[in-house]
């Protein structure tokens, strides 16, 4: 048995592995595979309409709110949005708060002004900065609401008239909260959504169709809405991993059923890790994320012993990021509060 | 027993299906699904780097081609290509054989000029133009190798001493030809390399660089060649697809080997469909593909006794694509001359 804490793509429920498996070699009994049907199909049609449909009951989306299932990664968003949604000449707000956070400032850049309203770089994003003020004029203010890397998460919504545009990558479906307060939400498919090589997209038509810049059709928000995310050929079986996942969230109770068990997960593991000596926790208490536990061993020695009863309990993906060093355990929603319970119990052990 | 004609995603080797499927329950023993491992794992990157170099040994590719698989699909090229090929006041020349073609030309004139140098339209792209000259001072010459809904296949590579760019979505690795004399070819995988949600880029280096606009990142094929493909979290599963379908690939002798059959498979239809009164080709002789056979039955009841026949006899993927109407039948790679047997046999006791 293996404990899976990898930070994307990451564990994700064994029946989901199971049913993607079996669609493999015969999808729904047809006598084919998942990989060889066509996608204008009632088949994979319904493959589409269901999980759109989960994915607006689970978020409690309201109806100027699509679901789109879109090639090219949450990095693609990152200049994907203010080509959709800036103007040259106007100015986007963005919260400076981690390593994406500021990929996706790099992107915006190339398509109008940008106004940082700020940044915890000085701490090397070991917190989230607050008391900022987001300017009434811009054009949307973008954040992330979760820093995989760094382990910080931001649970309040920021007040705002603006557009508010969040990447939820890491901790979409995760936990509850109004989702219909967001212009725009997208994440990659490969932590709490599905497999890799998709991205939900979530947007508000409302602020479609404002810039002047013409768009490729592949780079057009409101082509997919009307395509119904079938423009072109959709990775088709990513977006049948995410329709499984989707079902089994439904099944645990739906994103409050499974924020009781993120938040027994997280509190549990971080409960551990301080009052265990030798461990260090370089983030802000009240910005901790659920999802990513980032923590430090300073002693060479503990760190060895630490590594090495991982690797003899099967424990995988415990290493931080190669920005950031030191050791960080995604909990993210398939990981079973099992895995925690032996982490925790190897912690005390040490 | 199915036969399934699909246009695209469409078959694949059925031991590729069985290795796939294992692979998400547990790949390579390691206890882990395929869905679930990081991709900047050594694991992951072996997956990588035998896909890469298998397509160079395959193709024959020299070491001034790199091998990239991106996210997109083929329609996302048809801008990405012009976005870092041509700037604003310099001429791209393009040939319209076709509905993919006609798409690649539209997004092409939102970066710069293009010249169109000849065009099949006006007999609804049922022959490939010849004959034309391609202007020398050009950007690049811009082509479709196989036509997908048309059912047009163009082998010879047009002679041009400008950069050659060619989109080989529906015919790449059925037939051999001299790889290395195009500049970038790129194909969706979803019919002759592997599964949908991956796109195959092959470029070489020196004609990357040259224009002034600002790239977004993932829009730069520098950035993904000096990324290996990694720029941001790479369609795993798909890619592992298309890793087994190379294998199984060269085990069948490679392009070359494939070629053979490709060629008896396609004999075999057109020689069956030329015979075989109330069947029609629209298609110009010299220009049949061998990978989409496109066919009308005018006569109603011969049409539907046609249709009953192939589903009774479990055929699937036959009707023509929704723009063109009537049949197309797709003979991919890994499609088996067993199923074009039966269908020859199907149509000859109509």
Not at 225 to 234: F, H, K, Q, R, V
Request: charge should be neutral.
């Amino acid at each position: 048995m293996k404990h899976n804490f990898n930070a994307g793509p990451s564990i994700l429920p064994k029946e989901v592995f199971e049913e993607a498996s079996q669609g493999i070699l015969n999808f729904r009994d047809t006598g084919l595979s998942i990989l060889e049907i066509g996608h204008r199909t009632p088949l994979f049609q319904s493959v589409m309409d269901e999980a759109i449909m989960l994915t607006k009951e689970l978020m409690h989306l309201d109806r100027d709110h699509s679901v789109l299932f879109l090639h090219g990664g949450a990095t693609t968003q990152f200049f994907q949005i203010p080509m959709n949604l800036l103007n040259e000449n106007e100015t986007a707000a963005y919260l400076d708060c981690g390593v994406w956070g500021s990929k996706a400032i790099k992107e915006a850049k190339l398509f109008g002004e940008v106004k940082v309203v700020a940044s915890s770089k000085d701490r090397n994003y070991t917190y989230i900065p607050k008391g900022y003020a987001i300017p009434a004029d811009a054009k949307y203010f973008h954040y992330t609401t979760n820093n995989t890397i760094e382990g910080t998460e931001m649970f309040d919504i920021p007040e705002t008239n603006i557009p508010l545009v969040a990447d939820m990558s890491s901790d979409i479906l995760s936990h509850s909260m109004d989702f219909n307060r967001f212009a725009m939400i997208y994440a990659g498919a490969q932590k709490n959504i599905g497999a890799a090589g998709v991205n939900m997209v979530i947007v508000r038509q409302d602020i479609l169709g404002k810039v002047n810049r013409k768009l490729p059709g592949m780079m057009d928000y409101r082509q997919h809405i009307e395509a119904g995310s079938m423009l072109n050929t959709p990775p088709v079986f990513a977006i049948y991993v995410c329709l499984l996942t989707l079902r089994w969230l439904k099944k645990m109770g739906g994103v409050e059923g499974i924020e009781k068990i993120n938040r027994a997960k997280a509190d549990l593991l971080y409960k551990t890790l301080d009052e265990k000596h030798g461990f260090e926790l370089p983030v802000a208490r009240e910005d901790r994320s659920r999802m990513n536990v980032v923590f430090l061993i300073p002693d060479h020695s503990l760190e060895k012993k630490f590594l090495d009863a991982c690797q003899q309990a099967g424990m995988v993906g415990v290493k931080g990021h190669r920005s950031v060093g030191g050791f960080r355990v995604s909990l993210y929603n398939a990981l079973p509060f099992e895995s925690v319970k032996a982490l925790t119990a190897l912690i005390n052990e040490l």
